[in-house]
């Protein structure tokens, strides 16, 4: 059982139908309902921002069966575009209720059924220019450290478990906001790229597949950004 949280994003969508030529696959979303022609694909909408705990009750919710290998997969993210002197603490609030409490929230859900079952794997889906910290990004970058150092402490806490923890970080891929992106910014953002191109989703794919056959690879980070 794969469940991806934030499975509405354009990078999700794409790859999702890949996962489930032999994976079965739990998607979840919250405003933008996906359309997937595939069966092995189930939807479920559920709200980030308000999520409660108690409410995340695991055999109910995904309905997983006895002895079901669990991975977890965050694509869930927002971001907003402002000045550190301008921010709100609604805003604050927003941001680290969807980036990073909803998905400590999940991990803790699934954990105690990880930990019986020996096996788990928790990937995170962050970004090379998320982790850097650009002019106007404060909010999106200190919600992704603080999922980082998350990452970090768990893999140490439950290793033990066979419950791996990793990063992924993501360059630019020819979807959503890149796509959106003036002819004149992309081409600014690929010349920091040694290729010159953007990502294709099937690099995505091939190392969330390699981390889920792992069990020696925790608390690492996977650049995917074309050595940018």
């Known amino acids: 059982m ?4 934030g499975g509405s994003s354009s990078l999700a969508k794409e790859l999702l139908p890949l996962m489930a030529k032999k994976d079965k696959i739990l998607c979840l979303y919250n405003n933008n309902k996906p359309f997937f ?5 189930g939807l479920l909408k559920i709200n980030l921002e308000n999520l ?3 409410s995340l009750l695991i055999d109910k919710l995904f309905r997983i069966k006895p002895k ?3 991975v977890l997969v965050n694509f869930a993210s927002i ?3 402002k000045l550190s002197l301008f921010i709100s603490e609604k805003e604050i609030k927003r941001i680290f209720d969807i980036n990073f409490f909803s998905f400590l929230k999940f991990i803790k859900a699934l954990l105690p059924k990880m930990i019986e079952n020996k096996w788990g794997r928790i990937i995170s889906i962050s970004s090379t220019g998320g982790l850097r910290g650009d002019k106007g990004t404060v909010l999106y970058t200190s919600s992704k450290h603080a999922v980082r150092g998350m990452i970090k402490s768990m893999s140490k806490e439950y290793g033990k478990y066979n419950i791996t923890f990793n990063t992924l970080k993501l360059g630019n891929f020819n979807y959503g906001l890149f796509k959106k992106l003036p002819k004149s910014k992309q081409k600014k953002l690929l010349a920091a790229v040694p ?5 294709n989703v099937i690099n995505i794919l091939n190392a969330i597949n ?4 792992s069990d020696y ?9 074309g050595g940018m």
């Open 68 to 70: 079901e290998k669990i």
């Open 210 to 213: 390699f981390l889920i056959n």
């Open 217 to 225: 690879v925790n608390n690492s980070e996977i650049n995917i950004d």
């Open 195 to 199: 290729s010159n191109k953007t990502g």
């Open 52 to 54: 409660k705990t108690k």
């Open 79 to 81: 971001k907003i575009d």
């Open 37 to 41: 022609k595939n069966k092995r694909i």
């Open 2 to 5: 794969i469940i991806i949280l």
